[in-house]
């Protein structure tokens, strides 16, 4: 279906919980808010830093149920750190993260603050501008960080993917380069990862922050929906 974001139903067969706050957005010119962003951005680092010191991120709340999800994907959370928790532990250890892009740090920031895996995707490299999660299958290529040579995915890798072009492998491991944020970028979907009776509750508020910042600092036009069991597909 076109200009879609969608779970396949076979994933919630592995993880019933899962859900995803979606936030569709059309940004044409970055550069009046980076002030702002990167304000918030050095804020949210340093916050995050001292708050965390001493803290076992792994057992937190919401790490663990994403290394939980990761194992009932088939997936080793140990070897394939997911975004959240690679993003937190690096914050801990230094309180420093390169800033990147506006949105690409907003994201981070905002990511931070409720310790939610947060992505965000160049919907211009997106196959009939659609993105959707499932299990891999035959003919499924990754383009990694970097490069420009696609590589088969194995059959049966929970993934984020846009026809067979995957946009992010091992479920929220690692970003595909096609479908990286750059100065050129401004068509966006941006997927807040959660779980229903974890963080759902988290996931919600952050995707209204997010869309709103997005409105109130980039003068952006934003949609948001809501994906679970109940209702795997957003329309844009």
Known sequence: MNNSFSVEKKVFEVLPDYCVGVIRTSIPNKEGAA???SELFRKELQRFFHQSQGVALRETKNISAYRSALQKAGINPNKFMCSIEALSRRVQKSGVLPEIDPIVDLGNAISLKYLLAVGAHDLANAQENSIAVRFSEAGDLFRPMGTLTDEAVPEGELVYVSGHQVKTRRFIWRQSDDGKITNLTT??????DGFIGTNDDDVIKARDEFASLLTEW???SVSTGFVS???NIFNF
């Open 35 to 37: 002030n702002a962003v």
């Open 229 to 231: 069991k109940e209702n």
């Open 187 to 192: 068509e966006y979907l941006i997927p807040l």
């Open 218 to 220: 980039f003068g952006a």
